[in-house]
């Protein structure tokens, strides 16, 4: 459950944004070119916030157990509640969920209980979406992670890196073990990419790390889904520029917002951008 003043809380929060770059055509960041941020909400009329929920789609990519998608549940709910409150009888459709992108055993677990109920994909390693004829070069910047940006980044950047579809955990039952399921267009993306390689507690080794190909492969699902609004969080430190504006700044407006967790409610005070 949630208390009462949920959606007063939301409407209430902040961020501040950072830096600003990039094509305008569609939105990437923590800003939303679908969904508006919390002073366009404060001016919009319940029943307009109802129609953009009932409209909604996401897909995540990295988010462990759901956090997106039970976040926008939860703010559907609280829209229905304030709907009821109100005397109005307007039972809202729940946002579309429309698939996951996870590889963590025991998150997998937990995310195949939303999938149930929304006919959702999940897929456990992005990097089977490079496309076949890339595998050797992909086993060599295994190897050789330093050159990955340089070599694979082009390739990507130019929407040839990727394909649609990798085997579905959820789909892939009975006779279809190995079932190929297509990534659908959600009007929402959102992802935490590895963090790992730009956090003072981690290697510190930023895009010469091993994990640069799945950022690279995270950028290449963009580019071929083109999805009209992308979130992707990660460490304070990222760096913004040299990643997401070389690699996708062709295509959207990139904002970096640094978010304070205690204006979400949470105890402690860890950055995030």
């Known amino acids: 459950m949630f208390p009462d003043d949920f959606l007063d809380r939301i409407l209430g929060s902040s961020t501040t ?38 409209d909604d ?3 995540s990519a990295f988010s462990g157990v759901a956090a997106p998608e039970v976040a926008s549940l ?43 109920e929304h006919d959702a994909c999940i897929h456990t390693n992005i990097a089977e979406f490079f496309k076949p004829e890339l595998k050797e070069v992909i086993e060599q910047l295994r190897l050789r992670p330093s050159l990955a940006l340089e070599v694979l980044g082009p390739i990507v950047k130019a929407g040839n890196a990727v394909r ?10 009975g006779k279809n073990m190995f079932k190929m399921c297509h990534l659908k267009v959600a009007k929402r993306h959102v992802a935490g990419t590895s963090c790992t390689a730009h956090s003072s507690q981690g290697n510190q080794l930023g895009a010469l790390d091993e994990t ?23 460490v304070s430190g990222f760096p913004t520029g040299p990643l997401l504006v070389r690699m996708l700044g062709h295509l959207y407006f990139i904002e970096a917002c640094d978010l304070d967790p205690t204006e979400f409610g949470q105890l402690d005070r860890t950055h995030t951008r």
């Not at 590889?103 to 937990?110: A, L």
């Not at 649609?164 to 039952?173: E, I, L, Q």
Request: charged share 20%; glycine share 6%.
């Open 164 to 173: 649609g579809c990798a085997r579905c955990v959820v789909h892939s039952t």
């Open 57 to 59: 789609s996401i897909s």
């Open 17 to 54: 944004v950072t830096t600003a770059t990039g094509s305008p055509t569609k939105s990437l960041g923590s800003g939303s070119s679908t969904f508006p941020d919390a002073e366009c909400l404060q001016d919009m009329s319940i029943d307009a916030l109802a129609d953009l929920i009932e």
């Open 212 to 234: 640069i190909l799945y950022f690279l492969a995270w950028c290449g699902l963009r580019i071929h889904l083109q999805e009209a609004d992308v979130t992707q969080e990660n």
């Open 74 to 116: 939860l703010f559907h709910d609280a829209v229905q509640r304030r709907l009821l409150l109100m005397g109005s009888q307007r039972q809202l459709r729940k946002p579309k969920i429309l698939g996951f992108i996870e590889w963590d055993r025991e998150c997998i677990e937990e995310l195949k209980l939303l999938a149930a």
